[in-house]
């Protein structure tokens, strides 16, 4: 069941040389940073604002290295 939380992912752009900030479900939605710090930041302000949310943060090769989550899980419906 797909749940109602937010969920950014910073990864490595494909030219390997900036870090990404994208939506999960919004295809169009990224940012672009010249660090992968100034791309957690940003991350983790706006999911703060946008809870509840989910940050995961992947290493330069694309793996998962970890994830913070903010806010309640959302309530799940039972229909």
């Keep these: ?5 937010t ?6 752009a ?3 040389k900036k870090w990404l900030i ?3 479900g919004n295809d169009g939605a990224r940012e672009e940073f010249a660090t992968k710090g100034e791309a957690i ?3 983790n302000q706006w999911a703060r604002k946008q809870q509840p949310s989910q940050v995961k943060v992947h290493r330069s090769n ?4 970890y994830e913070s989550t903010y806010g ?3 309530v ?3 229909s």
């Design 62 to 65: 694309g793996n998962m290295e």
């Design 76 to 78: 799940r419906s039972t």
């Design 22 to 24: 994208t939506q999960e």
């Design 14 to 16: 494909a030219s390997g």
């Design 41 to 43: 930041d940003v991350a």
């Design 1 to 5: 069941m797909a749940s109602n939380r």
């Design 7 to 12: 969920v950014y992912h910073v990864v490595p």
């Design 72 to 74: 309640d899980d959302p």
